[in-house]
């Protein structure tokens, strides 16, 4: 087996995606053979499609039609017994823990079906820096009213970081609002007009491309190396999760510019849900964050390992950011991303063998009220736990 395969097949608007394809090769294959088709996956280019599906896959198009896993109608599987089964053979409760569940935990995925769906030929992205406390502060705090109830065909998600000024060298802050629309540069103005005046987007800020033009525009690169599958970035991360049901104070905003500016590696990036993801079950899937989730938050931190650069200390600071978002991320239990995985939430022993209780730490922040239905259905299709890793899936008799 090829391992990372895309058979794209037009007359059922479906495809086989190999588990070892990255996206950037799902999104060219796709590209290669519609203009008016695309996939509602992530933009990193470098990421592999079968870890991506397996944790639910949030994307530029999640609000159109939901996440990747969404979109997934069928899949191979290699189970615990050597079998090779398919959505068929597997049975629904199997099938429903593949798209969502974590990856690690429930044999070998060879491949995965999904569905293809429609874009507009043109399409507009646009991106709208803000610099500054109070504009920033107004600006994100608007946002959280806006970003998640607007129509299914707008994504703007925004990103916050530090920067280092210009002239004075003083540290300050800076938000880049970026994302998508499927439509017209015209008809996003107008909207935006009506519903976002304050942003102050103009048409200097947008540019109407394709589908897959898009793709190549948020990660950075052009349409010809999408496919490349080697990420030449050569950096340290740190990534934790959260998840938000209530606007964010501007208080709490105000308090949280200085630490951004303290380390200039860090950026926090708050993508809204809503539209599609309000119309889809909570139990739909394993993952659990749809009606009544106003937006993702991911907390970033990168660095380049120097002399005397101490890992432990940009860890920390990482713990002392998500510290801080306490008081104003959705909680009992607090939720993360099991597609940002975060070791901090707890971890099995080395052989990735532990208990349903010690596994609750972990387990419901990722999946919530879905935890328990993940035991059951990894206590019947692999009962001797043969899959398994630091924050897998456990068993009932461990």
């Given at each position: 087996?090829?391992?990372?395969?895309v058979?794209?097949?037009?007359?059922?608007?479906?495809?086989?995606?190999?588990?070892?394809?990255?996206?950037?090769?799902?999104?060219?294959?796709?590209?290669?053979?519609?203009?008016?088709?695309?996939?509602?996956?992530?933009?990193?280019?470098?990421?592999?499609?079968?870890?991506?599906?397996?944790?639910?896959?949030?994307?530029?198009?999640?609000?159109?039609?939901?996440?990747?896993?969404?979109?997934?109608?069928?899949?191979?599987?290699?189970?615990?017994?050597?079998?090779v089964?398919?959505?068929?053979?597997?049975?629904?409760?199997?099938?429903?823990?593949?798209?969502?569940?974590?990856?690690?935990?429930?044999?070998?995925?060879?491949?995965?079906k999904?569905?293809?769906?429609?874009?507009?030929?043109?399409?507009?992205?646009?991106?709208?820096?803000?610099?500054?406390?109070?504009?920033?502060?107004?600006?994100?705090?608007?946002?959280?009213?806006?970003?998640?109830?607007?129509?299914?065909?707008?994504?703007?998600?925004?990103?916050?970081?530090?920067?280092?000024?210009?002239?004075?060298?003083?540290?300050?802050?800076?938000?880049?609002?970026?994302?998508?629309?499927?439509?017209?540069?015209?008809?996003?103005?107008?909207?935006?007009?009506?519903?976002?005046?304050?942003?102050?987007?103009?048409?200097?800020?947008?540019?109407?491309?394709?589908?897959?033009?898009?793709?190549?525009?948020?990660?950075?690169?052009?349409?010809?190396?999408?496919g490349?599958?080697?990420?030449?970035?050569?950096?340290?991360?740190?990534?934790?999760?959260?998840?938000?049901?209530?606007?964010?104070?501007?208080?709490?905003?105000?308090?949280?510019?200085?630490?951004?500016?303290?380390?200039?590696?860090?950026?926090?990036?708050?993508?809204?849900?809503?539209?599609?993801?309000?119309?889809?079950?909570?139990?739909?899937?394993?993952?659990?964050?749809r009606?009544?989730?106003?937006?993702?938050?991911?907390?970033?931190?990168?660095?380049?390992?120097?002399?005397?650069?101490?890992?432990a200390?940009?860890?920390e600071?990482?713990?002392?950011?998500?510290?801080?978002?306490?008081?104003?991320?959705?909680?009992?239990?607090?939720?993360?991303?099991?597609?940002?995985?975060?070791?901090?939430?707890?971890?099995?022993?080395?052989?990735?063998?532990?208990s349903?209780?010690?596994?609750?730490?972990?387990?419901?922040?990722?999946?919530?009220?879905?935890f328990?239905?993940?035991?059951?259905?990894?206590?019947?299709?692999?009962?001797?736990?043969?899959?398994?890793?630091?924050?897998?899936?456990?068993?009932?008799?461990?």
């Open positions: 087996m090829d391992i990372h395969k058979d794209v097949n037009m007359s059922s608007g479906t495809a086989w995606v190999e588990a070892g394809a990255t996206l950037g090769e799902l999104y060219s294959a796709i590209a290669q053979k519609s203009e008016i088709h695309g996939f509602p996956g992530g933009v990193c280019p470098t990421v592999g499609s079968g870890g991506h599906f397996s944790g639910g896959g949030l994307g530029l198009l999640t609000r159109k039609y939901g996440l990747a896993a969404d979109n997934v109608v069928d899949a191979l599987l290699i189970d615990a017994s050597g079998e089964l398919n959505r068929a053979t597997m049975g629904d409760d199997l099938f429903w823990a593949i798209r969502g569940g974590g990856g690690g935990s429930w044999g070998v995925v060879i491949a995965w999904i569905r293809l769906v429609r874009v507009p030929s043109v399409l507009t992205v646009f991106t709208v820096l803000r610099t500054g406390r109070h504009k920033v502060t107004d600006a994100v705090h608007r946002w959280q009213y806006v970003a998640p109830h607007v129509e299914h065909d707008l994504f703007m998600r925004v990103q916050v970081f530090g920067i280092i000024s210009d002239g004075d060298q003083t540290r300050n802050i800076r938000a880049s609002f970026h994302g998508m629309y499927l439509g017209s540069k015209k008809q996003l103005l107008h909207r935006i007009d009506k519903i976002f005046p304050e942003l102050g987007m103009s048409a200097a800020d947008c540019e109407e491309m394709s589908w897959i033009q898009s793709a190549s525009y948020f990660s950075g690169t052009n349409v010809s190396q999408l490349n599958r080697y990420y030449s970035g050569k950096n340290y991360f740190k990534n934790k999760s959260d998840f938000a049901r209530k606007p964010i104070p501007k208080s709490g905003l105000r308090g949280l510019w200085p630490m951004l500016e303290r380390e200039l590696g860090s950026n926090i990036i708050l993508s809204p849900l809503g539209a599609k993801m309000e119309e889809i079950s909570s139990s739909a899937l394993p993952f659990p964050h009606a009544g989730t106003l937006f993702d938050i991911q907390y970033v931190l990168t660095w380049h390992r120097q002399a005397g650069d101490d890992a200390r940009h860890i600071y990482m713990r002392e950011l998500y510290n801080y978002m306490t008081p104003y991320v959705f909680m009992n239990p607090r939720a993360a991303y099991v597609n940002y995985p975060d070791l901090d939430l707890g971890s099995a022993p080395f052989n990735g063998t532990s349903v209780e010690e596994a609750r730490k972990w387990g419901e922040k990722y999946f919530l009220h879905n328990h239905r993940l035991v059951q259905v990894k206590s019947r299709v692999d009962p001797r736990n043969v899959f398994r890793n630091a924050q897998s899936i456990p068993v009932y008799h461990f």
